[in-house]
């Protein structure tokens, strides 16, 4: 059973950056596509980037370009390195972890991913 704790977020100016991260346990880290997601207040949730096992990483059109995901050479925790932020990338953040239905997880699909941590709140003010 994967378990997956966030942490890094916090409150920035428009055009700041901040870098959350995701520890990952329960699982042997190979096998997995791993991704953030977000939801903003009364927004369906939403997803930001993938990441597969071959470290190939596809992104919301939304954030291409400001954002990378990425993971630690044990692949035990997962980073999302936010850049240039707006005031439309407020919301909460989510780690999740996607154990097959890859084409789907691949396409930022949230249905894919079947383990979910807490989340962690980013708010970027203008």
């Known amino acids: 059973q994967a378990q997956l704790v966030e942490s890094g977020g916090g409150s920035v100016q428009s055009g700041g950056s901040l870098r959350l991260s995701c520890a990952a346990s329960?699982?042997?880290?190979?096998?997995?596509?791993m991704g953030w997601f977000r939801q903003a207040p009364g927004k369906e949730r939403e997803g930001v980037a993938v990441?597969?096992?071959?470290?190939?990483?596809n992104y919301a059109d939304s954030v291409k370009g400001r954002f990378t995901i990425s993971q630690d050479n044990a692949k035990t925790t997962l980073y999302l390195q936010m850049n240039n932020l707006k005031p439309e990338d407020t919301a909460m953040y989510y780690c999740?972890?996607?154990?097959?239905?890859?084409?789907?997880?691949?396409?930022?699909?949230?249905?894919?991913?079947?383990?979910w941590g807490q989340g962690t709140q980013v708010t970027v003010s203008s």
């Open positions: 999740a972890a996607a154990l097959g239905n890859y084409y789907s997880a691949w396409r930022l699909r949230k249905e894919a991913f079947g383990y």
């Open positions: 990441i597969n096992s071959a470290r190939s990483s």
């Open positions: 329960g699982y042997t880290g190979s096998g997995y596509y």
